[in-house]
């Protein structure tokens, strides 16, 4: 058994076989220990896990990025339909029934993430911030809200390339004014024609300086603010300034939605079917296709059914129960849905087989060992962390280790003080492992350790707990050795 140290500014990581625990310290500079007994090909840093899930084999395998996905899929045949999400898990639903793309829309995204309603009170950082979450669960091609671009022309392009960086695939812009409102709603006010013209130019030069193909969808809202005409005008001027998808929000017929169909007709337009009763007729997708629509999202199916379940479920333990099973699903289910079964699956790729390399000095792990380390990092706190000492059985000599083998019986309490009085770090260790912490603890180079362990250790009568080295570390931290 082994243990292995990560010694950082602001951090100690202690691993334990699988187990690790940190503990603040000071420093200022990242080093790592490999203590004796532990093999070197091992790794002891702490990295994140891969993403589990369909996106990350599916993209590793297809190498398609989300702009180029989407594109595809507009030059396929027939209409294509993609609900609305709020949040990773909805998006993962609408992956796993089958849609071929989603969108991340504004309305849902302020409901769910703020509790507050779609009239700009959501924040730019927030929105990027909830589609990277979005974008990272799936492996279908996500359209993100980008409202009126969150400010200027300028402001426009940062946008763009940051809901690039976010991947997605496409970007919904807008011609409203600030505070903008969700276009079913009232209180809507637009950009003079030229000003939403430029908005359109801005998002194409952003996506043109960063090398992408994401896909520019222009939106209007000038059809309840001014007049279906000035929405048909600015529709023509967006395709006209090279936007790849048309988008006139709360069209009043089905009329209306021939008159838009008609305008550029060779550039795709998206319908926004509004559940629960908006402007817009909602039409079913062989309806849209045939009068001309390429896309139709759904902006409330999603949000509007987590609220009434929510609410639902409410009463149900307000009253002393749970919800009846036909609205919840087992835990095993939950399970599957979240992505526990892929997690376990992808974990067995790097389970430890009990058998160290056969490097000099590597160690057979027994089940008895394994046993022993996991309760002992059970029972490890924030505050205190003790290392499971080596086991010496098979380990083969040399002069080194004869020198030090008077010592391995002691053990050293390594303790570590903030200059305000804070405990930072109390570890116990076997006492050969201090030789090696001389080259991660600011201090300890230039002292004969070995000689003051050794004089240590031909003192019988010694004390438990007496101080064997005391020192301030560069960063004030006051560092005491103990031997016990």
């Known amino acids: 058994m082994g243990i292995s140290l990560l010694y950082q500014p602001s951090h100690v990581s202690c691993h334990f076989l699988s187990s690790t625990h940190t503990l603040p310290l000071s420093n200022s500079e990242t080093k790592q220990l490999h203590l004796p007994f532990f093999p070197a090909r091992l790794p002891v840093h702490s990295r994140r896990f891969p993403r589990m899930g369909s996106r990350y084999v599916a993209s590793a395998a297809a190498g398609e990025p989300p ?5 595809r899929l507009l030059e396929s045949p027939g209409i294509h339909q993609g609900p609305v999400c709020h949040d990773a898990l909805s998006a993962k639903l609408i992956e796993r029934a089958g849609f071929p793309l989603a969108f991340m829309g504004g309305f849902a995204v302020s409901a769910a993430r703020l509790g507050l309603p779609d009239v700009g009170l959501i924040s730019y950082g927030e929105v990027l911030d909830q589609g990277y979450q979005i974008t990272q669960a799936v492996s279908i091609p996500v359209v993100g809200d980008g409202d009126n671009g969150y400010g200027n022309h300028m402001n426009i392009k940062r946008t763009v390339k940051g809901f690039i960086r976010a991947g997605f695939a496409g970007i919904l812009l807008e011609d409203q004014l600030s505070p903008k409102a969700c276009g079913h709603t009232r209180g809507r006010k637009v950009a003079s024609r030229e000003e939403a013209v430029m908005r359109i130019r801005a998002a194409i030069d952003a996506r043109n300086e960063s090398g992408s193909d994401l896909v520019i969808i222009a939106r209007t809202d000038s059809r309840q603010a001014v007049s279906l005409e000035e929405a048909l005008w600015r529709s023509r001027a967006f395709g006209d300034a090279g936007a790849d998808v048309l988008f006139v929000d709360a069209l009043a017929s089905r009329e209306e939605m021939k008159a838009f169909c008609e305008i550029s007709p060779l550039i795709p337009k998206l319908a926004n079917m509004l559940e629960g009763g908006g402007k817009t007729p909602v039409l079913s997708p062989a309806e849209l296709q045939e009068i001309g629509y390429k896309l139709v999202g759904y902006p409330l199916s999603l949000i509007g059914v987590s609220i009434r379940a929510m609410e639902d479920a409410l009463v149900a333990l307000k009253g002393g ?10 835990f095993e289910e939950i399970k599957e849905t979240v992505g526990f079964n892929e997690y376990y699956k992808e974990e067995e790729r790097y389970k430890i087989t009990g058998i160290l390399p056969s490097d ?8 008895k060992i394994q046993e022993e380390a996991s309760q002992r990092a059970e029972r490890v706190s924030e505050a205190v962390v003790e290392v499971i000492s080596p086991l010496h059985d098979g380990y083969k000599s040399n002069d080194s280790n004869e020198r030090s083998s008077g010592i391995w019986s002691r053990t050293l309490r390594l303790k570590v003080t903030g200059n305000n009085g804070v405990e930072k770090l109390d570890i116990r260790i076997p006492a050969g492992f201090l030789e090696g912490m001389s080259s991660i603890i600011p201090g300890l180079g230039g002292v004969n350790l070995m000689e003051l362990l050794e004089n240590a250790s031909q003192e019988s009568t010694t004390e438990k707990g007496k101080l064997l080295l005391e020192f301030n570390g560069t960063m004030g931290d006051k560092i005491q050795v103990f031997v016990e």
């Open 67 to 71: 702009a180029k996905a989407l594109r």
């Open 321 to 330: 129960r749970i919800p009846p099973p036909g609205s919840l699903p087992t």
């Open 360 to 367: 000099e000095g590597a160690l057979t792990i027994t089940p």
